[in-house]
Structure formats: structure tokens, C-alpha cells
């Protein structure tokens, strides 16, 4: 099991224990963690599991496939600093104390 | 006697007339207590609701084979749950998007996306994915909010419309001519074209209106090649997929998925959404009041009048549910039955605008909706700009006829208002 902390706009935290292998997408949509749509299911389709990955996390994390990479685009509320479709990111040891920040809206 | 058979002996249901040569026998693998009735084929016209028909389907099996549920003359599995539809839209192992439309049999182009297998399918979808982000469709806005109200614009004064023709295809049509970079002088043959390749089910029709499109494509993107703009087309000779440029075919294939994706699934929706709100008066009333609960009412009302089956080919056997598939057998999804199961939904014959629940109306898994985002702001505008600029309005007659094909959609209908 590793730790991950999702932040919330409003300030919460949400801290999860997430087994190896499984996604962070997952986890939230398993767990509580509001915010995280994904209508597609885990299939970087729909671009509605987007997390912003805290700056000192960011280099840590396998880069984005060029699907990934295609819809990271931002949403309508602008710019989402090191944006990442949370279906993507699939947790490994090295992910241990990962943060990550909910955008507040995902389409 | 079961509904469908009960239903066509009624004449509620007039289903359309098949050449028997092209019936095909029901698979030797097919249990025969699961070949069942099945009322969405193609050209079938109905003078009651495809929702009549669910609580016997979904009282039925799992999974079930319906003769004549793929383009009007093929067998194909129908899962009715929506689980079960969820695995088979992401099981991109079993099942292929190989020759999904429905519209013609030979062709030397495919669909693209739609019809795209992996490796490729990422690789396309990579490729169209940034001309369909929240971001992009959001810089179209004032476009397609002057669109729908120059529609509006055409017939408030009279104080009434037929819905479908003078807004559900009017409205939609010149948001896609625009991104595509077309002139909107051929409108008429256009919306001629889309009708025969999806309503109909004579084949005669369906390849015509097949080739005038692909023709019609061809001749743009020629065009487009010498002089590029900025749309869609211009967009799709510019791109690369792994170092390449597309080829021709595969050009009118993107071109031909987004005209045959883009067009008649806002119209459909935008039926059943404004259908919906003429005959339930409250609901109307509700959302002029309160405009802010339009995106939640959209997906509520996107759920309960899903109007799209999709297809996938069975390429490799497998087990579901208990129900062996073999290679070649065609499954039909049918989101609209999604949409109303009752193990997923409490009570899914309400309709409740707050419910925001998920639905599977834009697909699931990797071939999900493109347009998803663009398609969600057309409804919105369109709702928006309606309720602010018509009064109240009401059905004007309660003989409303309904398409059962692969897509739903009520054929016409004439709203009235006190102008």
C-alpha cells in the first residue's frame, strides 16, 4: 500500500491508502473523493479525472503517453498547472507520499 | 404472445419490410430461448415511446440475440445491462470497432476514429483529441449561441414550429459546416444525405447517400489542400500520426466520422430534450426559473432518452454473463436500455432533473464520444437561448411518431406558443 493525498479546493484533504497497481482515478472514485468524473472509465477518453500533481512530485511521475498528452488540455476554467489524467498514473512504491490538487471542475 | 410480436400484430410498430434473401439464420451457438424479440431496427417507426418496451426487456435475459437488430436484416447479441455494456465498450480485446456503421457493407475507407482498432486508435485519437477539448469548443461559443438564435429567430413570431426540422437539424448543422470550414449553401442536400444514410432502410438509398458524401468529402479536401483555413479538414492534412501524414482514404474517413457522428445525435437529443419539456409543463417552468440547473437537467434528460446503439464485432470468443460470443457475432449497444436499468437506477421511468447520475449515452472506454464536450455545449446554448426567447410552449398534437432504429428519435412534431 502506498500514501496519497488528495487536495480539495475548499482546503480538505483527503488521505487514501492505495494498493500497488491500481490507479489513482481508482482510488478516488472507490473511496470518496469527489471531484474525479472519469465518464470514460480509465481510457484517457474523456479528459474528467484530471489532477494537478504538486510541483515537487511532478518530475517523479512516468511523462504522459501522447494519448495522455492530447487531452491535457485545460478546461474551461483555465490553465491547470502539471495537469495529469489521474487514469494514467498507476501507483508504484516510488509513489509513496504522492499529493495531488483537485481542479475544482472537470468539464 | 411477447411485445414485440404483440406490438407489430397491434400495428403500434411498423417495422420495415426486409428482402428475406438477406436475412441470415440464427447462429447454430445461440441458445434458442434467447433469441427474443427486439423492437430498435433500423427503419421501424413506432406511434409509441421506445420506453414502452423496456420493462419487458429488462425483465428478460442478460444478454440476447434479436434477429434483425443490426442495420435491419442482421442477428446480434443485445446486453441490456448496463455493466455488462461497460465490459464490452472496454474490452477492446474481445471486441472490435471494425465496420461499426451501419450505413454500407464495402468500402475502401473506414471510419476514423470510430471504426479504428488499437495501435491505430490511440494514434488517431491523439490526433483529433486537442480540436475537441472543454477549451476549444468554449472559443465557438458565441458562434453557436448566434446560431441557435437565428433559428429561433425564424419562426418565433409565429407562434409555432415543427420542432425537428425548423431547430433539431437546422441549428446543429451550421456548427459542424463551420468547423469543417463548408459553406452552408447545401444545407438542404446535406440533411437529405444524413437522413437516407440513418433512417433509412433501404439499402438503394443508404449507399447513395454514402458515395454523394464521400464524393462530396473528396472534392473538399482537394480543395482544402490548395487553400487550408482554419477547420477541421485543413486540420486533418496538416496532422501527423507516427511521422506520417493521412492518406486519402483515411482523410474521408475522419471527415465521414465526424459528419456521420456529429450531426444527427445533437438533432436526436435535442428532440426528445424539447419534446420532453412541451408535454411536461413543469419541467419547463422549472428550468426558466432556474437556468442554472440546465446542465444537470441535460444529463438527466440525456439518460432517459439515450438515443444511440452502437455496434462492436465479436473478434476473439469469450464468456459474458454466461453467454458464449463467438468471432464475427455482432453485439449491439443499446444506451438508451442502459440508461433505464433498473439494478443501476432507482426508479428510472422518474425523471429527475438533480439526480446526477452517471449514464453511458456518450459511451464508455476508449472510443468514448469525441465530441462529448462540444455536443453538451450545443445542448445547453440551445435550451439557454429557447427558453429565453420563446414563451411557453406546448405540444400541438399528441400523435407524436418515433424512429426505433439505432437511433432514437421522435420524426416530427409542432410546438405552439402565444406570439
Known amino acids: 500500500m502506498v500514501q496519497i493525498t488528495y487536495c480539495d479546493t475548499d482546503g480538505t484533504k483527503y488521505v487514501r491508502e492505495i494498493p500497488v497497481g491500481r490507479t489513482l482515478m481508482e482510488c478516488a472514485m472507490n473511496s470518496g473523493v469527489p471531484g474525479i468524473l472519469a465518464e470514460c472509465g480509465g481510457s484517457a477518453a474523456c479528459g474528467t479525472c484530471k489532477v494537478s500533481v504538486d510541483p515537487l512530485w511532478r518530475d517523479r511521475l512516468p511523462a504522459p503517453s501522447m494519448l495522455e498528452e492530447s487531452m491535457l488540455e485545460a478546461g474551461e476554467e483555465g490553465v491547470i498547472p502539471n495537469a495529469r489524467l489521474s487514469c494514467q498514473i498507476l501507483m508504484s512504491e516510488e509513489l509513496d507520499g504522492l499529493v495531488v490538487h483537485l481542479p475544482g471542475r472537470q468539464r | ?36 424479440p427486439y423492437p430498435y431496427v433500423l427503419g421501424a417507426k413506432s406511434k409509441v415511446r421506445p420506453h414502452d418496451f423496456i420493462a419487458d426487456i429488462h425483465a428478460g435475459p442478460a444478454i440476447f440475440w434479436a434477429e434483425r437488430a443490426h442495420s435491419g436484416a442482421d442477428g446480434a447479441w443485445i446486453p441490456r445491462r448496463f455493466e455488462d455494456m461497460q465490459v464490452i465498450f472496454k474490452d477492446i480485446e474481445h ?6 456503421a451501419s450505413f454500407h457493407e464495402e468500402k475502401s475507407w473506414h471510419l476514423i476514429p470510430g471504426e479504428a482498432d488499437p495501435p ?7 490526433m483529433a483529441n486537442p480540436e475537441f477539448t472543454v477549451k476549444r469548443i468554449v472559443v465557438l461559443e458565441h458562434k453557436i449561441r448566434d446560431y441557435a438564435r437565428q433559428a429561433v429567430a425564424g419562426f418565433r413570431d409565429r407562434g409555432r414550429c415543427e420542432f425537428m426540422k425548423d431547430f433539431a437539424f437546422e441549428f446543429p448543422i451550421k456548427v459542424f459546416l463551420d468547423l469543417m470550414g463548408l459553406r452552408h449553401d447545401r444545407i438542404e442536400e446535406f440533411l437529405l444525405w444524413e437522413h437516407n444514410l440513418i433512417y433509412e432502410a433501404d439499402r438503394g438509398k443508404i449507399e447513395h447517400a454514402v458515395a454523394a458524401i464521400a464524393s462530396f468529402l473528396r472534392e473538399e479536401i482537394e480543395l482544402r489542400r490548395k487553400n487550408p483555413g482554419d477547420d477541421l479538414i485543413s486540420y486533418g492534412i496538416k496532422a501527423q500520426i507516427d511521422g506520417r501524414k493521412l492518406s486519402d482514404n483515411e482523410l474521408v ?8 457522428g456529429g450531426l444527427d445525435t445533437v438533432s436526436n437529443n435535442l428532440g426528445w430534450q424539447f419534446l420532453h419539456l412541451a408535454e411536461r409543463i413543469d419541467h419547463q417552468k422549472m428550468l426558466r426559473a432556474n437556468p442554472e440547473a440546465i446542465p444537470d437537467a441535460i444529463e438527466e434528460m440525456l439518460r432517459f432518452y ?11 470468443d469469450t464468456v459474458l454473463n454466461g453467454v458464449s460470443m463467438k468471432v464475427g457475432d455482432r453485439v449491439m449497444l443499446n444506451t438508451f436500455l442502459a440508461g433505464h436499468d433498473p439494478e443501476i437506477y432507482t426508479d428510472p421511468e422518474a425523471m429527475i432533473f438533480d439526480r446526477r447520475a452517471r449514464h453511458l449515452s456518450f459511451g464508455y ?15 445547453r446554448i440551445a435550451l439557454e437561448e429557447f427558453l429565453s426567447q420563446v414563451p411557453q410552449f406546448r405540444l400541438a398534437a399528441q ?19 402565444n406570439s
Request: net charge positive.
Open chain 2, 365 to 379: 472506454g476508449p472510443h468514448l464520444c469525441l465530441g462529448m464536450h462540444l455536443a453538451r455545449r450545443e445542448l
Open chain 2, 399 to 417: 400523435d407524436v411518431k418515433y424512429y426505433l432504429g439505432a437511433l432514437l428519435q421522435p420524426v416530427e412534431f409542432e410546438i405552439v406558443w
Open chain 2, 120 to 126: 491505430l486508435h490511440a494514434l488517431y485519437r491523439a
Open chain 2, 253 to 260: 474517413g475522419f471527415c465521414f466520422n465526424l459528419y456521420a
Open chain 2, 306 to 316: 439515450a438515443p444511440v446503439t452502437i455496434s462492436r464485432v465479436c473478434k476473439k
Open chain 2, 1 to 36: 404472445m411477447q411485445f414485440g410480436e404483440q406490438l407489430i400484430a397491434s400495428g403500434l410498430v411498423d417495422m420495415p419490410k426486409t428482402d428475406a434473401t438477406r436475412l441470415r439464420p440464427v447462429p447454430a451457438h445461440v441458445p434458442p430461448e434467447l433469441v427474443r
Open chain 2, 95 to 100: 471486441f472490435s470497432n471494425g465496420s461499426i
